[in-house]
């Protein structure tokens, strides 16, 4: 009744859906009310489609967009940035091309905002070449066109030519802002380009002003550049620092493997009165697996299922607890924490079967691999790097040729060269190396130095003299000027009681101007 009343005083309407936009519980109800107007503002629309496009029910904006059209009201400058912020965060290419053609239809590619945001909207669709000839066509693009298309290459992992943007955009005189710095700083430590960085760094000194978005965005492009102590001295300078700031130092040091800084950093972030997230509780799982500490480890998980009513309902943060347990030795929590898992995707599975496979439980590994298959859980190549590596140490050879067969033809996953190197080591191991060999002349790929090692080794295991000699050229051609291939052939000659055939290497090596390697010789002579 009330709202009937006041479809024909469209002013208090107006001023009521206003003020209901004002609180986002009330969004559902300014909705309700302007569906009954009849001829709306174009001004009203756009405060509409504002409002919807920053909300938890961001797709109501395109249907605004097309009622906007059935009213037979034309767009503006305003109206097309706000569907295509949506277009960009959901992100919808199709509904986006739609929108771009209706902005050359009405006059408003011209428009710098209209213009980025269409820049925006590609980039965050995939479509970075669209995105770039947009941002070429501009006569004169401001700093917030540059820095759209600086993000937008960096947001597709093409750092080296948001660097190569950045740097243009400096030769063209064009001032960059915080915002530009920020994103060629993701792009600099994506790019591990530190002489940039530093660059950027200097710049933001003279500029005189560094917020805590950007120190954040320093600290981790040092850091994972790999100068943690920069890195830190950047973090120590930081007047505020936010969650996102201490897991960017945390991350780093766990990078690269600086544990103890990794714990001593978590405890200067609890003191600081900030309580760890799912970011900060992976970097500490990592560095309690990495230096094999338990029972911190145990500390971590114990956190997790109090603070956090268990890790289960977080696949990646379970998957990384039983990497910890995994790394830890410790199979039997591991296999606990995998079991809790809500939902098992291929890595979890994977790092079940590859954590048994390293820590020497090679039939329970086949096990769990047949589990995962029979769950309908389709394995990658790196299950099954892992269930053959497993098969190699527990000696089971025909499962491991089985598995080996079944990658294409069944799983419809193509062998690499690492499955033929679990292959020929499986075989090698087994004393099986005339078919190891066959199945090297198979490869359809060279094999790798790794591969024509195993074939040697197997061949001193077992003492296979006409097979090692012709493995011996292909192994040299990978490190002509190392001793080891000819060490381990002559010890086979010696083996044999061909002193002869062990002459002969001592001689080749000579020709070939093959330094003798005592440490390698004295290691060969005493087996693996």
């Given at each position: 009744m009330i709202t009937t009343t006041l479809i024909t005083h469209p002013i208090p309407l107006t001023k009521l859906i206003h003020s209901s936009l004002s609180a986002d519980l009330h969004?559902?109800?300014?909705?309700?009310?302007?569906?009954?107007?009849?001829?709306?503002?174009?001004?009203?629309?756009?405060s509409m489609l504002r409002a919807f496009s920053t909300s938890q029910h961001p797709s109501t904006t395109l249907s605004l967009y097309k009622h906007l059209h059935r009213l037979g009201l034309s767009p503006d400058h305003f109206t097309f940035p706000f569907a295509l912020k949506v277009c960009a965060e959901m992100p919808d290419r199709t509904t986006g091309r739609c929108i771009h053609s209706r902005v050359v239809k009405t006059g408003y590619q011209f428009d710098a905002y209209v213009n980025?945001?269409?820049?925006?909207?590609?980039?965050?669709?995939?479509?970075?070449?669209?995105?770039?000839?947009?941002?070429?066509?501009?006569?004169?693009?401001?700093?917030?066109?540059?820095?759209?298309?600086?993000?937008?290459?960096?947001?597709n992992g093409r750092a080296c030519e948001a660097i190569a943007l950045f740097k243009e955009m400096v030769e063209m005189g064009i001032t960059p802002n915080e915002i530009t710095m920020v994103h060629v700083l993701g792009a600099c430590a994506h790019a591990r380009d530190l002489e940039t960085g530093r660059w950027v760094h200097a710049r933001t000194r003279s500029m005189g002003r560094c917020n805590v978005v950007l120190g954040t965005a320093l600290v981790d492009m040092y850091a994972r550049c790999g100068s943690l102590r920069i890195a830190r001295e950047v973090f120590d300078e930081m007047r505020e620092r936010n969650q996102v700031t201490w897991n960017v130092m945390i991350s780093g040091y766990n990078q690269y493997e600086k544990f103890d800084d990794v714990f001593r950093m978590f405890r200067g972030m609890c003191e600081a009165g900030l309580r760890p997230d799912k970011v900060t509780l992976l970097s500490l799982l990592g560095a309690c697996g990495g230096n094999g500490d338990l029972s911190l480890g145990q500390g971590v998980h114990g956190y997790v299922?109090?603070?956090?009513?268990?890790?289960?309902?977080?696949?990646?943060?379970?998957?990384?607890?039983?990497?910890?347990?995994?790394?830890?030795?410790?199979?039997?929590?591991?296999?606990?924490?995998?079991r809790g898992l809500k939902r098992r995707d291929v890595v979890a599975w994977t790092s079940m079967i590859v954590g048994l496979a390293m820590n020497g439980d090679g039939k329970k590994a086949v096990k769990m691999f047949k589990e995962m298959s029979n769950e309908g859980v389709r394995p990658d190549g790196v299950a099954f790097v892992g269930v053959m590596s497993a098969c190699s140490h527990a000696g089971m050879v025909d499962e491991g040729r089985k598995l080996f067969d079944s990658m294409q033809t069944v799983y419809g996953v193509r062998p690499e060269v690492?499955?033929?190197?679990?292959?020929?080591?499986?075989?090698?191991?087994?004393?099986?190396?005339?078919?190891?060999?066959?199945?090297?002349?198979?490869?359809?790929?060279?094999?790798?130095?790794?591969?024509?090692?195993?074939?040697?080794?197997?061949?001193?295991s077992y003492g296979e003299v006409q097979v090692a000699e012709r493995v011996r050229d292909q192994l040299a051609e990978f490190d002509p000027g190392g001793s080891g291939v000819?060490?381990?052939?002559?010890?086979?000659?010696?083996g044999a009681g061909r002193w002869v055939?062990?002459?002969?290497?001592?001689?080749?090596?000579?020709?070939?101007?093959?330094?003798?390697?005592?440490?390698?010789?004295?290691?060969?002579l005493k087996g693996p």
């Open positions: 969004h559902a109800h300014a909705l309700s009310i302007f569906l009954h107007l009849h001829n709306p503002s174009l001004h009203l629309c756009n980025a945001t269409l820049v925006r909207m590609y980039a965050c669709c995939g479509d970075v070449e669209c995105a770039r000839s947009l941002f070429d066509a501009e006569k004169d693009p401001n700093v917030v066109a540059w820095t759209t298309m600086i993000a937008g290459y960096v947001a299922e109090k603070v956090n009513g268990g890790c289960w309902s977080d696949e990646e943060l379970g998957t990384s607890l039983l990497d910890m347990y995994i790394k830890s030795g410790d199979t039997e929590s591991a296999v606990k924490v995998f690492e499955h033929y190197g679990c292959m020929v080591d499986l075989l090698s191991r087994a004393g099986r190396l005339q078919e190891a060999e066959g199945l090297l002349k198979m490869m359809p790929m060279a094999p790798s130095m790794q591969i024509w090692g195993a074939m040697l080794s197997g061949c001193e000819y060490v381990l052939l002559s010890n086979l000659y010696a055939g062990a002459e002969g290497v001592r001689e080749l090596m000579w020709r070939r101007g093959v330094k003798k390697n005592l440490g390698l010789s004295s290691l060969q």
